[in-house]
């Protein structure tokens, strides 16, 4: 239900006299025995509120999962909430932003908008006075006035499953590096990768490659599988993925292929990639992730803030954690998304810019 019908039964009078009084509806009534506490009166003015989530990457259950985070968050404050997918295509990912532009939402999440085009278009919405939130997208979205930069904590990231591989490996590993520049994300683990390079000079990196296409997995899957014949057993240690997506492929390459020895170190997590990470001599023995649920919900909460008038950062990193498979095999049934936090302390969850009138309106609207 949304906040005009839950807010259908408070009088005009009392809202009016309630905003006068405090710049805010206080206790107002929803009905029954419910009540939105605090309600900003911005908010409280709009009336229905209609969010636009965009992505320019998709095909994999990362994007799925952070679509339905900032979906259900939305809905629960009694948004109504539409998500796009473009699957890599700039010009379908360009489109749909013109139309949140010339349509007629409230508010917009950008996800991995990476290019100029991006911040032209970005700066169409915030000049019609459409509040964006942008995850991992190009920093030149820092130059548009009002606008939030959030994004995994991709150091943390590159870092967690670096020092795992290390740790596990030597430093003296040889490994194969399986990465695709131009996404700001992939650039800061980057930035990480050559540092720990540096730390380690005996490491060796025998490969790179990468492709960020709606078919990411299958093109890594067969890349991998390529070069797996120019190394015998023994001549590669680990494979540093920096995006689950090569990860997938990478292992299922490794596992068709019996050359299982060679560990697998990624970034990102889903219900597909912990099936993978569980099965019996799976090659994928750690991963650093945030939950991507989370994020599309923090993003959600955010964008809320903004439309209620209230101030935001201008930038936000969400925590990160490693997962790694001695873990996972700790639990006595299979691990997915939904019980990682039953092994992963705080997997999951933050309160985050989760104001104490967003947690009114979520009990109202679960009545």
Known sequence: MNINKKLRYITGVTLAAAIALSGCGQAAKTGGNLEVDNLPAALAEKGDIKLNVIRKIGGDDHTAQFLAGAKQEGESLGF???TFSANGDTAKFLDALDQAANG?????????????????AVKKLTDKGIPVVAFDSTGDLSAVEGVTLTSQDDEALAQFALDQLVKEQGEDAKIVYLWVDGFPPMVRRNTVYQATLAKYP?????????VANENTSVDTQNAVAA???????????????????FAIGAARALIEAGRTEIKIYG???SNADLQIMQEENSPWVATAAV????????????????????E?????????????????????????????????PGWG???????????SLKEANAN
Not at 104 to 117: E, K, L, N, R
Not at 202 to 210: A, D, T, V, W
């Open 80 to 82: 109504s909430v539409d």
């Open 202 to 210: 005996n490491i060796k990196e025998l490969e790179r490659f990468g």
């Open 104 to 120: 007629d939402y409230d508010g917009v999440v950008v996800s991995h908008g990476d290019d100029p085009a991006t911040v032209d």
């Open 349 to 359: 969850t933050t309160d985050a810019f989760e104001e104490d009138w967003m947690k």
């Open 291 to 310: 939950d991507p649920k989370m994020i599309g919900a923090v993003n959600v909460r955010l964008l809320a803030k903004k439309l209620a008038g209230e």
């Open 312 to 344: 935001t950062p201008p930038t936000y990193n969400l925590e990160a954690a490693l997962i790694d498979q001695a873990t996972l095999n700790k639990s006595s049934e299979a691990v997915n998304m939904a019980t990682l936090a039953d092994i992963i």
């Open 227 to 245: 070069m797996l014949s120019k190394y015998p057993k023994g001549e590669i240690d680990a494979i540093f993925a920096t995006w689950d997506a």
């Open 267 to 269: 970034i990102d997590v």
